[in-house]
């Protein structure tokens, strides 16, 4: 008799999970909240589906496991049940791995920088030929599964604490948290639980295998404890450890891997990013060689202070993917002065405090969205718009030559935008009709 799995969600993730779980016979039950575009097509392929809510049929106890969208709590009543009834309940990346065996996985987690360090590791591990990117950024781990099952791949896997709740047997061999920030308290019931969850992309991980720990980082050392594998200690500014810099080159032990000049990307925490993917390249088989001719040919990741364009001297960066006042500080480090900040959104129950320090640099903060009131305490000059196109309004406004206008936002986009690309594409849309116009 074949396995019973339900899967919640039905998105792309889930509708690839459904299709893998379904090719080594279970029978699959999937359903979402919405209407499911996919549904003609996974009935005809033998699944049960139902769409615009979970009839409460479905909550029995009959499931092998469950497969659940990251994004969905686990307080939400309908998965909580499964919670209570101690059903397993996975995410895509654990079932993808199940049944991808030939698989090489370079994975990475943490709160800011990941996306840049996945993007990097994925452009040095082609050199080799055989390289695909997965997790938060291109495609589900379990469609790729579905099309590459038989064949040996080097992954480069972004990973984000929402996935890593959901694994079991997952285990990569390299992987790196690089940072910890506060993030995500709208969905994590503690900052502890958060840092935590970071931690189980090694758990799993075999004495063989390599995780990267950021010793500059003081979370990251308080909470990475217990590795089960070997260890590679990283240090922007310290020579006693595994992964350094110095004569400006980056070494792993008495290995040169790059020169400093070799990467494009601007800001020390990109040069940091840069030792990390080579690192983690270097242990997967990419040469020294390849690894710099990528840094040199890269330029950075879009919407991570991604520079739009110029007009009159001002000078304008989307860096929607700053969800977080961690990243915010990164990208407000880059400039020296005359920061025109764009900033608000969903409120996470994040506290903006520490961007205080930086109130000199600004010379206006430009607030919109759910959280627009909080940064009055946090800069001198302050202005509070409705809408991310009022607020870019308010910046040409005020903008002079030198100037730099920024929308680093340290806020999701949930309250007026899918997600943080849509804000950031629109932003660039609104940039560019600006440039056409002379006006907005």
């Not at 919405?34 to 699944?47: H, P, W």
């Not at 088989?285 to 890269?298: D, M, R």
Request: proline fraction near 3%.
């Amino acid at each position: 008799m074949k396995e019973k799995v339900l899967v919640i969600g039905a998105a792309r993730s889930g509708v690839a999970v459904s299709k893998l779980l379904s090719l080594h016979d279970y029978e699959v039950t999937i359903t979402d909240m919405a209407e499911i575009k996919d549904k003609e097509e996974l009935i005809a392929s033998g699944m049960h589906v139902f769409e615009c809510g979970h009839p409460d049929h479905l909550r029995n106890k009959e499931w092998a496991f469950v497969v659940k969208n990251p994004g969905i709590k686990y307080t939400v009543p309908f998965v909580k049940y499964f919670v209570d009834e101690n059903i397993p309940i996975f995410t895509e990346v654990e079932i993808g791995y199940r049944f991808a065996k030939k698989f090489h996985y370079g994975a990475v987690t943490g709160t800011n920088g990941k996306t840049t360090i996945t993007t990097l590791l994925y452009e040095m591990l082609k050199s080799n030929g055989k390289a695909i990117v997965a997790g938060n950024i291109g495609f589900p781990l379990s469609e790729l599964a579905l099309q590459h099952e038989q064949e040996e791949k080097d992954v480069a896997l972004e990973l984000s604490n929402f996935q890593l709740l959901g694994i079991d047997t997952f285990a990569p061999e390299v992987s790196v948290v690089c940072n910890l920030a506060p993030d995500h308290l709208d969905y994590m019931p503690s900052l502890d639980s958060y840092y935590a969850s970071k931690m189980r992309i090694y758990e799993n991980c075999k004495e063989n295998d390599w995780f990267l720990r950021n010793v500059d980082d003081e979370t990251v050392m308080q909470y990475a404890k217990n590795i089960p594998c070997r260890c590679i200690d990283y240090s922007f500014t310290r020579q006693d450890v595994d992964l350094y810099r110095k004569d400006k080159a980056v070494w792993l032990w008495d290995i040169p891997l790059f020169n400093e000049s070799d990467v494009k990307i601007v800001g020390d925490y990109n040069l940091m990013n840069a030792m990390v993917a080579g690192c983690m390249a270097y242990k997967l088989g990419v040469s020294p060689e390849n690894i710099a001719h990528t840094l040199q040919n890269f330029h950075g990741v879009e919407h991570r202070l991604e520079y739009v364009g110029e007009k009159d001297g001002v000078r304008f960066y989307n860096d929607s993917k700053a969800t977080n006042t961690h990243a915010v500080q990164a990208a407000l480090n880059s400039f020296e002065k005359n920061i025109i900040l764009l900033a608000g959104g969903h409120d996470k129950g994040i506290p903006f405090d520490e961007l205080s320090v930086f109130d000199k640099k600004i010379k206006c903060c430009i607030s919109f969205g759910e959280t627009k009131e909080k940064f009055k305490d946090i800069f001198t000059n302050t202005i509070t718009t409705e809408t991310m196109k009022e607020a870019l309004k308010e910046a040409i406004q005020i903008a002079q030559s030198g100037d730099v206008v920024l929308l680093s936002p340290a806020c999701s986009s949930f309250d007026q935008y899918k997600n943080y690309e849509v804000r950031g594409e629109t932003f660039k849309e609104f940039v560019k009709e600006y440039f056409r116009e002379g006006e907005l």
